[in-house]
C-alpha cells in the first residue's frame, strides 16, 4: 500500500504525513509546564480556540497602555535541531519577545507561541514549550496558549522553528522612552550571556563553513564545547528591569539585538542628544573574537550584527546610578557605567563606541 493512501485506498490526513494523534500527546506532556506560567489573570487551560486573561486586573491602572512584540529566533534553531537539544530554545523565544516589551517599561503579562515541525515528535514539541514555559516564569508572564503546526513536505522531519507574540501592560505616565533621557544621563550596560539570538546566519558560516569547526569540539577558550556555547541561552532581564524602575528613576532601556550595540542604543535616544558608549569599560567574551578572529571579521561588521557582551542598557539619571548597579547587583546581574548622553552637536549618529574594548 502506498504511503500517501489509507487502508481502504483513499487519501488521508495521516497518510499525507500530519500525525493528529501524535499532537493530541504532545499538548498532554506540555500541560504540566505551561501550568507552572500560570497568574491568577488567567482563565482556563490548554485545549480552547484562545487563550484567556482576565482584563479587569487592569482596572489599578489609571491609563494602562498595552505593549506588544512578536519575534522568533532565527537560526539559532538549527543549532537546537543539530545537537538534538530542545529545552532551552524556549528561553531564547521568550527573551526575544518579553525584554522588548519591557523596554518601554511595561510589565510582562502574557505570550503565545507558535511551532512548526516536519514531523511531531511528542517529547520534542514538548521539551520546546517546556523551554519556553520556563522562560515565561523568569519573565513573570503566563503563557496562555500556542500552536503546533506540522508541515509534512516542506520541512524535514527533524526540522521546526519557533515563534511567539507577547502582551505587557504600563500606566501611560510611567511609559520610557527618548522623551525622558536629558543631557548628562548615565549609559548602564548588562551583561549578555553570550551571542543570544542574532547574528546566528553570520556566527554559522564562519564557524562551520569557513572554519570547519565542530559543534562537538571543545573550545578552550570558551571553556567548553562549541556547541554548548552557541546554545548558551538568552538572558531575560524583564522583572530585573522592572526592579529597576521601582528603585530608580530610569529613564529608557535598549535590548541590544539584532543591528548591534550602537544602533539599539540609537531607537531611544532623542534626535537632539547623542549617546557615547565607552568600549574600554568592559571586554567581550570569548566567543565574539573567536568569531572575528575565524571569520576575519571587522570589528565594526562584528558590532552591527552582534550584541559584543551587552544585552540590555538602562539610561538613568546620574544621581541613581550608584542604587541602579545595587539594585542589579542584588539581583545577580553584572553591570556597569558604560557611557553617557551628550549634546548631539556634530555627531551623525544617536550612539557611537568610543575607545578599545578592554583586555
Known amino acids: 500500500m502506498s504511503q500517501a493512501t489509507s487502508a481502504t485506498g483513499g487519501a488521508s490526513y495521516a497518510a499525507a504525513g500530519v500525525d493528529i494523534e501524535a499532537g493530541d500527546r504532545a499538548v498532554e506532556l506540555m500541560k504540566e509546564w505551561v501550568k507552572k506560567t ?4 488567567v482563565l482556563g487551560g490548554l485545549g480552547g480556540f484562545a487563550g484567556l486573561f482576565d482584563a479587569s486586573a487592569l482596572k489599578r491602572y489609571e491609563r494602562p497602555l498595552l505593549a506588544s512584540a512578536t519575534d522568533g ?22 527573551a526575544m519577545v518579553m525584554d522588548d ?8 503579562l502574557f505570550m503565545t507561541d507558535y511551532i512548526c515541525v516536519g514531523k511531531v515528535h511528542p517529547e520534542r514539541v514538548a521539551g520546546i514549550v517546556k523551554g519556553i514555559a ?21 520541512l524535514g522531519p527533524d526540522d521546526f522553528d519557533v515563534a511567539g507574540a507577547g502582551t505587557g501592560v504600563v500606566e501611560a505616565d510611567r511609559l520610557l522612552g527618548a522623551d525622558r533621557i536629558r ?11 553570550g551571542l543570544h539570538s542574532n547574528g546566528y546566519s553570520l556566527v554559522r558560516h564562519v564557524l562551520f563553513d569557513r572554519a570547519g569547526m565542530q559543534l562537538d569540539q571543545r573550545v578552550d577558550e570558551l571553556g567548553r564545547t562549541l556547541g554548548e556555547e552557541l546554545l548558551e541561552p538568552t538572558k531575560i532581564y524583564s522583572l530585573d528591569c522592572l526592579a529597576l524602575t521601582r ?11 539584532g543591528g548591534g550595540l550602537a544602533a539599539n542604543l540609537a531607537r531611544v535616544v532623542p534626535e537632539h542628544l547623542h549617546a557615547s558608549v565607552d568600549r574600554s569599560t568592559w571586554t567581550p567574551g570569548a566567543i565574539f573574537d573567536l568569531v572575528g ?13 552582534l550584541n559584543m557582551g551587552v544585552g540590555m542598557m538602562a539610561v538613568v539619571p546620574a544621581e541613581s546610578v550608584d542604587v541602579a548597579l545595587a539594585t542589579l547587583a542584588d539581583r545577580g546581574v553584572e553591570a556597569w557605567v558604560a557611557g ?20
Open 38 to 41: 500560570q497568574r491568577p489573570e
Open 73 to 94: 529566533v532565527g537560526t539559532k534553531v538549527d543549532i537546537a535541531r543539530r545537537m538534538g537539544v530542545y529545552d532551552t530554545i524556549g528561553h531564547d523565544l521568550v
Open 101 to 108: 516589551i519591557v523596554v518601554c517599561g511595561a510589565e510582562p
Open 134 to 154: 520556563e522562560g515565561c516564569v523568569l519573565a513573570g508572564c503566563a503563557l496562555v496558549g500556542g500552536e503546533t503546526a506540522e508541515h509534512p513536505g516542506l
Open 183 to 193: 543631557t548628562g544621563d548615565v549609559v548602564v550596560a548588562m551583561a549578555s550571556s
Open 247 to 257: 528603585t530608580t528613576d530610569v529613564h529608557a532601556f535598549s535590548h541590544i539585538t
Open 293 to 305: 578572529k575565524a571569520g576575519q571579521v571587522e570589528r565594526l561588521e562584528l558590532e552591527k550584527t
Open 340 to 359: 553617557e548622553i551628550t549634546e548631539r552637536g556634530d555627531h551623525p549618529t544617536g550612539a557611537a563606541l568610543t575607545g578599545d574594548y578592554a583586555s
